[in-house]
C-alpha cells in the first residue's frame, strides 16, 4: 500500500532553513518521480520541486536558489531543504509521487513569519 508521511515543518523567521522529509511506502523511490507541493491557507496546490530519473531536479521559479530536492533510497526518505526562508513559503507542503496522484499525505506546516 502506498504510504506517504510528511515531517519536518515548524515556525521559523525569514531568513531561516528548515528540511522537510517524506518517508514512504508501497513504491520503489529511487525509481519515482516525486513531488513537493504546497498549499497557503485559502489558495491552491502549488508544485515547487520535482526529482526524477530523467529530469533530475527541477523547482518553481520561486524557489529556485533556496530550496534543494533530494531523496536517500536506502532509507526510502524524499527531502526538501529549505533555505533563506520567505513568508510567502507559508504553506502546508506535501510530498506526492507522479503515479499515485490519489495517495497524499497529512503534510507538514511551514510558518516564516517575524
Known amino acids: 500500500q502506498v504510504q506517504l508521511v510528511e515531517s519536518g515543518g515548524g515556525s521559523m523567521q525569514p531568513g531561516g532553513s528548515l528540511r522537510l522529509s517524506c518517508a514512504v511506502s508501497g513504491f520503489t523511490l529511487s525509481s519515482a518521480w516525486m513531488n513537493w507541493v504546497r498549499q497557503a491557507q485559502g489558495k491552491g496546490l502549488e508544485w515547487v520541486s520535482s526529482?526524477?530519473?530523467?529530469?533530475?531536479?527541477i523547482y518553481a521559479e520561486s524557489v529556485k536558489g533556496r530550496f534543494t530536492i533530494s531523496r536517500d533510497n536506502a532509507q526510502n526518505t524524499l527531502y526538501l531543504q529549505m533555505n533563506s526562508l520567505k513568508p510567502e513559503d507559508t504553506g502546508v507542503y506535501y510530498c506526492?509521487?507522479?503515479?499515485?496522484?490519489?495517495?497524499w499525505g497529512q503534510g507538514t506546516q511551514v510558518t516564516v513569519s517575524s
Open positions: 506526492v509521487n507522479t503515479d499515485y496522484t490519489s495517495y
Open positions: 526529482i526524477n530519473s530523467i529530469d533530475g531536479a
